[in-house]
């Protein structure tokens, strides 16, 4: 059984992206700590990421189909803000999604306070930096691990 970590648009670039709000990890590093904290649980972690909104999409109703995920770890980057279709998709699969934030967006530019996601959300994580991660797939595998 495992979690699937998803992170969207630009988050390739974590480490070098606006190191003053996004911090110095990389998305390895990100992967890493997921990882690690779902064997801590006895879980595994799939890691994923992609720019395309569809790519996202896609791997939700991948996960959906895969039988085994328990969770889904998601930075939907930009598209948090502007897609129905990941809302669509995050309904559509009946998967506890955990919405996580490295920055804080409620803190940032107004068009960042609207989330699609967060009403479809089991819960929401942000301005934490990466321990957001760790702490959303540990909240996964306690409700959904065992
Ligand atoms: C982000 C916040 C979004 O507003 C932004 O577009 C991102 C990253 C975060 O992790 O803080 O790409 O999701």
């Keep these: 059984r495992r979690i699937l970590v998803l992170n969207g648009p630009n988050l390739n670039l974590l480490g070098t992206r606006e190191p003053e709000i996004y911090g110095s990890a990389t998305l390895a590093d990100v992967d890493d700590l997921c990882r690690e904290e779902a064997r801590r649980h006895g879980l595994e972690a ?7 909104e569809g790519g996202l999409v896609d791997a939700l109703h991948e996960a959906r189909s895969a ?6 770890v998601l ?3 930009a ?3 502007t897609s129905v279709a990941l809302l669509d998709a995050v309904k559509a699969v009946r998967l506890p999604v955990v919405e996580v934030h ?3 967006p409620h803190a940032r530019e107004p ?5 699609y996601l967060s009403p ?3 819960a929401v994580v942000a301005g934490a930096g990466v321990d957001g991660y760790r ?12």
């Design 102 to 104: 490295l920055s804080n």
């Design 79 to 81: 598209y948090t803000h």
């Design 111 to 115: 068009f960042r306070h609207r989330s």
């Design 67 to 72: 039988g085994d995920v328990v969770g889904v």
């Design 135 to 146: 702490w959303a797939v540990e909240l996964l595998a306690t409700r959904y691990g065992g």
């Design 46 to 52: 799939t890691c994923r990421q992609t720019n395309h």
């Design 75 to 77: 930075n939907a980057g």
């Design 120 to 122: 479809v959300a089991e």
